[in-house]
């Protein structure tokens, strides 16, 4: 399975950006998918995530009321609208597939596939 992760870019604070995952080269879908970030010098953090089934989503309290994420299943594609976006935001963002239902959603190691990351940077 790949995921392509992108969409990030330079931004002001209180602007808005759109990032996309394709995942592909596997017939069946995966659970769930989620997105995660990583600051410089920080560890990798749950913001949002999405099962398939139901559309169920759950958000990090830090981005909750501002980012968004969805999914279109006819094109493998999820999507996490980021608006009123603030320098704290600025982070590598990855996507992430869990293949099949687990307890956790929130930490790295309950995830199958890893997208390559995109730059998010927000200027103040």
């Known amino acids: 399975v790949q995921l392509q992760a992108s969409g990030g870019g330079l931004v002001q604070a209180g602007g808005s950006l759109r990032l996309s995952c394709v995942a592909s080269g596997r017939t069946s879908r995966s659970y769930r998918m989620s997105w995660f970030r990583q600051a410089p010098g920080k560890e990798r953090e749950f913001v949002a995530s999405?099962?398939?089934?139901?559309?169920?989503?759950y958000y990090a309290d830090s981005v909750k009321g501002r980012f968004t994420i969805s999914g279109d299943n006819a094109k493998n594609t999820v999507s996490l609208q980021m608006n009123s976006l603030k320098p704290e935001d600025t982070a590598a963002y990855y996507c992430?597939?869990?293949?099949?239902?687990?307890?956790?959603?929130?930490?790295?190691?309950?995830?199958?596939?890893w997208g390559q990351g995109t730059l998010v940077t927000v200027s103040s």
């Open positions: 992430a597939a869990q293949w099949r239902f687990r307890a956790t959603f929130s930490n790295t190691g309950v995830y199958d596939y």
């Open positions: 999405i099962v398939w089934s139901g559309g169920s989503t």
